[in-house]
């Protein structure tokens, strides 16, 4: 089991950018994928954007493509979501996860989430 914490969260103005953190702890691998998924007020969790850490494969959810990238950094075992362009329907809680496998967009097939950060974006 990986500890995954999450920070960067904040209020921003819409048009704004935040950059999301994901720090790693404890057993790391580099065969471990890392997600982003958020979840806003009566709405599934859902996915966002997930990079695997093996290589450069990333894949993103339609809403956030050409706004927000993911991307990692092994020797921080960090990963991070640079989020611009930020719109209202962009507020949510953002989790981290982390699946030992290969890159994949199913939260339940990524077993350690850290506890979540709050974005929120005012019009």
């Known amino acids: 089991q990986v500890q995954l914490v999450e920070s960067g969260g904040g209020l921003v103005q819409a048009g704004g950018s935040l950059r999301l953190s994901c720090a790693a702890s404890?057993?790391?691998?580099?065969?471990?994928?890392m997600g982003w998924f958020r979840q806003a007020p009566g709405k599934e969790r859902e996915f966002v954007a997930a990079?695997?850490?093996?290589?450069?494969?990333?894949y993103y959810a339609d809403a956030v493509k050409g706004r927000f990238t993911i991307s990692r950094v092994n020797a921080k075992n960090t990963v991070y979501l640079q989020m611009n362009s930020l719109q209202p329907e962009d507020t949510a809680v953002y989790y981290c996860?982390?699946?030992?496998?290969?890159?994949?967009?199913?939260?339940?097939?990524?077993?350690?989430w850290g506890l979540g950060t709050q974005v929120t974006v005012s019009s």
């Open positions: 990079v695997s850490w093996s290589n450069s494969r990333t």
């Open positions: 404890g057993r790391t691998f580099s065969s471990y994928a």
């Open positions: 996860a982390a699946r030992f496998g290969p890159l994949e967009s199913r939260s339940t097939e990524f077993g350690s």
